[in-house]
T-cell receptor, first 113, second 112 residues
Framework: DAKTTQPNSMESNEEEPVHLPCNHS???????IHWYRQLPSQGPEYVIH???SNVNNRMASLAIAEDRKSSTLILHRATLRDAAVYYC??????????????FGTGTKLQVIP | SQTIHQWPATLVQPVGSPLSLECTVE??????LYWYRQAAGRGLQLLFY??????ISSEVPQNLSASRPQDRQFILSSKKLLLSDSGFYLC???????????FGNGTRLTVT
């Protein structure tokens, strides 16, 4: 299965942009890149996903490298409510099948007031 | 709109007792369904997934089983709980093979 690698933790100051990196060097051409975040004692929440092109939504932006071996989740202006564990996952036939959705340990983002 | 219900929110069970956690999805049909477990301070471990009624795939050999008796109902069971079964159990669904997953609020299980 294609795997992702993320830093264990990151810090950001409130109201500053945050760039959360993810490496997925063994990604296959049919794998989508998904991002989720999890607040304490809650289930993960979908943030954004993409295949090749950069994506934007109301929560964040996803920048995908041209070779697709890495991606970056961008929070344009961090707030205290963005403090969470962020998971980057791959979903597709190259990752054990579209149904088999596996999560790593993610990046714990701390937002400093 | 679609919603996912998972209960109970917390559960304390003695070792050797049975377990049944239920998850239901409303507002959609034929969803893909998932059970995950999260140990304290750890990532999510995929336990089971289902693409249809009676179709269950198991990811990790363990003391647990899953069933899907109805289209939008997913049940996680155990005949005899172990201490190692303690954790945060999450149910999730997705409309089709590549759409985002939507998680329930989870059940925190403590086996004593």
């Amino acid at each position: 299965d294609a795997k992702t690698t993320q830093p264990n933790s990151m810090e950001s100051n409130e109201e500053e942009p945050v760039h959360l990196p993810c490496n997925h060097s063994t990604i296959s051409g049919t794998d989508y890149i998904h991002w989720y975040r999890q607040l304490p004692s809650q289930g993960p929440e979908y943030v954004i996903h993409g295949l090749t092109s950069n994506v934007n939504n109301r929560m964040a932006s996803l920048a995908i490298a041209e070779d697709r071996k890495s991606s970056t989740l961008i929070l344009h202006r961090a707030t205290l409510r963005d403090a969470a564990v962020y998971y980057c996952i791959l979903r597709g036939s190259g990752s054990g099948g579209y149904q088999k959705v596996t999560f790593g340990t993610g990046t714990k983002l701390q937002v400093i007031p | 709109s679609q919603t996912i219900h998972q209960w109970p929110a917390t559960l304390v069970q003695p070792v050797g007792s049975p377990l049944s956690l239920e998850c239901t999805v409303e507002g959609t049909s034929n969803p893909n369904l998932y059970w995950y477990r999260q140990a304290a301070g750890r990532g999510l471990q995929l336990l089971f997934y289902s693409v249809g009624i009676g179709q269950i795939s198991s990811e990790v050999p363990q003391n647990l089983s899953a069933s899907r008796p109805q289209d939008r109902q997913f049940i996680l069971s155990s005949k005899k709980l172990l201490l190692s079964d303690s954790g945060f159990y999450l149910c999730a669904w997705s409309p089709h093979y590549n759409s985002p997953l939507h998680f329930g609020n989870g059940t925190r299980l403590t086996v004593t």
